[in-house]
């Protein structure tokens, strides 16, 4: 008997950091292939091929940037740089048709994460009250 494996399609879930292509561009947004913190559930991502999220970047001006939060350093070819999720640029994305993957950093850690909630919730001000 030949044993099969099953896979599962790779789908983003929330908290994942992934590759997405920002291409077209208009304005102040980013431009080209950019880091790409996930904040939509697993779920949405996979019944809508949306993700809604947060862009990620390298460029050192964000260091005073109040609604940019530093996560660590970059690797590769930005190695040691700091990067910074910029929680003033909510986007949604169609994830397949943008070939989005993986980032070699996986996914952001809880307490970082929820840094990142909280500035982006001073942003919209989402209140269930």
């Known amino acids: 008997m030949v044993s099969r494996k099953q ?9 994942d950091i992934i590759w997405i292509d920002c291409n077209p561009q208009v304005g102040q947004e980013m431009r080209d292939i950019h ?3 996930v ?12 993700v809604i999220g947060l862009p990620m ?4 001006y964000n260091a005073d940037n109040p609604f940019a939060v530093a996560v ?6 930005k190695n040691g740089q700091t990067s910074y999720v910029l929680c ?10 943008r070939k989005a993957k993986p980032h070699p950093l996986k996914s952001l ?7 990142v909630c909280e ?7 989402i209140n269930s009250d």
């Open 39 to 50: 904040l939509s559930p697993r779920i949405f991502n996979e019944k809508t091929s949306l």
């Open 119 to 125: 500035r982006l919730n001073q942003i919209i001000q």
């Open 72 to 77: 660590g350093k970059a690797g590769g070819r």
């Open 88 to 97: 003033h640029q909510p986007n949604s994305f169609d994830w397949r048709l």
């Open 109 to 115: 850690p809880g307490d970082l994460f929820a840094q």
């Open 7 to 15: 896979t599962t399609a790779w789908v983003p879930e929330r908290q």
């Open 35 to 37: 880091p790409f913190l």
């Open 57 to 60: 970047t390298t460029a050192a």
